[in-house]
Antibody, heavy 119, light 109 residues
Framework: EVQLVQSGPEVKKPGESLKISCKGSGYTFSRYWIGWVRQKTGKGLEWMGTIYPGDSDTRYSPSFQGQVTISVDTSSNSAFLHLRNLKASDTAIYYC????????????WGQGTLVTVSS | SYVLTQPPSVSVAPGQTANITCDGENLGIRGVHWYQHKPGQAPVLVVYDDSERPSGIPERFSGSNSGSTATLTITWVEGGDEADYYCQVWETPSHPSVVFGGGTTLTVL
């Protein structure tokens, strides 16, 4: 069974940094892309970027380019989303999701990680 | 950038058919994917490539795409279908990007 398990909820202060993890299992991790999607409270889904674990090829949404970093560690079958200089407006649920190729649908999703940024 | 427009809400009685639309310029030439998202849960892919169903998705869920409108159709709607539904395409200029519609809340009366 394909599973994507994300790290737990986080509470951070403005200006702090954060790394969210997404561990894949039940499939060959290096052969599928991983994408990251943000959902602010009461809002829709926003694509942040995707990474191919096989060679770390990374694509960012122009809206998030330079604001976040996506990385991967194939030894642990995990992808990561690095958020830095956090603001209250970064408060959201962050999802990872799997894609078969760079431009196919997200066929499996993680459970989401709630990030709360508050002073 | 490419824009997908969905109605904010759709309401339907149990047992009836729900049609959720997604509009975009020349959308018919793109592959449209649909996700069901219930509160507190991960989104679920219910239709991909306009009309294909992933394994495990009931036949009650179907999709179509022509012209500038894609439609997700849910027949024999049940209370458990109440959720937000998002359409999604890939915009592929030199730099492929994901585009989501704004989402439609399906309410089962």
């Amino acid at each position: 069974e394909v599973q994507l398990v994300q790290s737990g909820p986080e509470v951070k202060k403005p200006g702090e940094s954060l790394k969210i993890s997404c561990k894949g299992s039940g499939y060959t991790f290096s052969r599928y892309w991983i994408g990251w999607v943000r959902q602010k409270t009461g809002k829709g889904l926003e694509w942040m970027g995707t990474i191919y674990p096989g060679d770390s090829d990374t694509r960012y949404s122009p809206s998030f380019q330079g604001q976040v970093t996506i990385s991967v560690d194939t030894s642990s079958n995990s992808a990561f989303l690095h958020l830095r200089n956090l603001k209250a407006s970064d408060t959201a649920i962050y999802y990872c999701a799997r894609l078969r190729t760079a431009t196919t649908p997200f066929d499996h999703w993680g459970q989401g990680t709630l990030v709360t940024v508050s002073s | 950038s490419y824009v997908l427009t969905q109605p904010p809400s759709v309401s339907v009685a149990p047992g009836q058919t729900a049609n959720i639309t997604c509009d975009g310029e020349n959308l018919g030439i793109r592959g449209v994917h649909w996700y069901q998202h219930k509160p507190g849960q991960a989104p679920v892919l219910v239709v991909y490539d306009d009309s294909e169903r992933p394994s495990g998705i009931p036949e009650r869920f179907s999709g179509s795409n022509s012209g500038s409108t894609a439609t997700l159709t849910i027949t024999w709607v049940e209370g458990g279908d109440e959720a937000d539904y998002y359409c999604q395409v890939w915009e592929t200029p030199s730099h492929p990007s994901v585009v989501f519609g704004g989402g439609t809340t399906l309410t089962v009366l």
